[in-house]
């Protein structure tokens, strides 16, 4: 069965950091770029991150440029979000997404969706 | 950055009744537009990739159209179970964005 599971959400002051993990399995996980997507409580989707299969390539939202860092070890099947400096608008359930097949340039639809991860910065 | 436009926000159908969700990008995107549905406490789900391209296990009754700025979700016969949000997103360009989304409510 095709799974993303993440982790690592939580409760932190602003200014503080936390590190997300997804973990990927039923599918060959270096073939396909992974993303993080957010939904703040009761609002839309909001793109934050991806990264390109072979880990090589990686691209931010503006909103998290600079401070958020994505990554993934191919060895473990894993995927992860690295975020700095938290601010109160970075609040969200953040879900780890796969790229749907064919692999094609840039990015394609997301096929998979894990459960989710919640964040909540406050102080 | 493409700045996605979905109407309406918010429909109230009777099941069996038939419903449109636009989406409208600020620039063209060929076709690189997909569609989720997302019910309360779910994850989203790929509905249609591609503006038209159905997925597998999918019920038919959803189907997509459109190309370029303007883009069509059609829900034919709706049921009860398909009460829920649905968002469009475009791959075209970095950033990637979704539209504000639309929610499904049924009478």
């Known amino acids: 069965e095709v799974q993303l599971v993440e982790s690592g959400g939580g409760v932190v002051q602003p200014g503080g950091s936390l590190r997300l993990s997804c973990a990927a399995s039923?599918?060959?996980?270096?073939?396909?770029?992974m993303h993080w997507v957010r939904q703040a409580p009761g609002k839309g989707l909001e793109w934050v991150s991806l990264i390109s299969g072979d880990g090589g390539s990686t691209y931010y939202a503006d909103s998290v440029k600079g401070r958020f860092t994505i990554s993934r070890d191919n060895s473990k099947n894993s995927l992860y979000l690295q975020m700095n400096s938290l601010r109160t608008e970075d609040t969200a359930l953040y879900y780890c997404a796969k790229d749907a097949p064919p692999v094609v340039p840039g990015a394609n639809a997301f096929d998979i969706w894990g459960q989710g991860t919640m964040v909540t910065v406050s102080s | 950055e493409i700045v996605l436009t979905q109407s309406p926000d918010f429909q109230s159908v009777t099941p069996k009744e038939k419903v449109t969700i636009t989406c409208r990008a600020s620039q063209s995107i060929g076709s690189s537009l997909h569609w989720y549905q997302q019910k309360p406490d779910q994850s989203p789900k790929l509905l249609i990739k591609?503006?038209?391209q159905s997925i597998s296990g999918v019920p038919s009754r959803f189907s997509g159209s459109g190309s370029g700025t303007d883009f069509t979700l059609t829900i034919n016969s709706l049921e009860a179970e398909d009460a829920a949000a649905y968002y469009c997103h475009q791959s075209s360009s970095l950033p990637l964005t979704f539209g504000g989304g639309t929610k499904v409510e049924i009478k």
């Open positions: 039923g599918f060959t996980f270096d073939d396909y770029a």
């Open positions: 591609y503006a038209s």
